[in-house]
């Protein structure tokens, strides 16, 4: 904070609860930390804490942190901050990602269908295939009846009383 705002300083204090048990909430803390050390967190969460991290940084021994210099946390700082922003934009691709999938999930059904049909229909008029004609069988019924899924989640309701199927 800038040494000629004041009034920045005042805001954030006043903002803190009335009336502050510091005592208490410091030795609240140290409990806590000593019940549940970082190291020790589920799901290995102090794992997957960036070593540049100001809470890997300042944790452990004191005499490491007695020896650092600003230019060596201001250095961490901002390998930390690269990281946390690779983090973002990654976790962004991600999303993108997912979002795409479920907009085209149906054409990619539609088209993967489509094509192993006409494999099938190659494989089968050229005789390319050394199995029995009955081995065929199980597969076919399994692409029918996904593709006749496919379909009447599409068209819904009416194609399923045409056929006399059940709703739903």
Known sequence: MEADEPEMLFH???KLPKPLNLES???RASELFS???PERLPH???SRVSANSVLKTTHGAPQPLAEQSLTDGERMFERHAAEVKRAEVWNRQILHTRRLARKYQRPATYTAT???VAVMALLLRRGG???PS???IPLLVSLQRRTTDTLLNVVGPPLRFLLGLPPG
Do not use: D, F, H, N
């Open 35 to 37: 019940q549940y050390p």
């Open 134 to 136: 009955g081995a065929w």
């Open 12 to 14: 954030i204090l006043s």
């Open 114 to 116: 489509a094509v192993v």
């Open 25 to 27: 909430l410091v030795r």
């Open 129 to 131: 295939v050394q199995t």
């Open 44 to 46: 290995r969460a102090w």
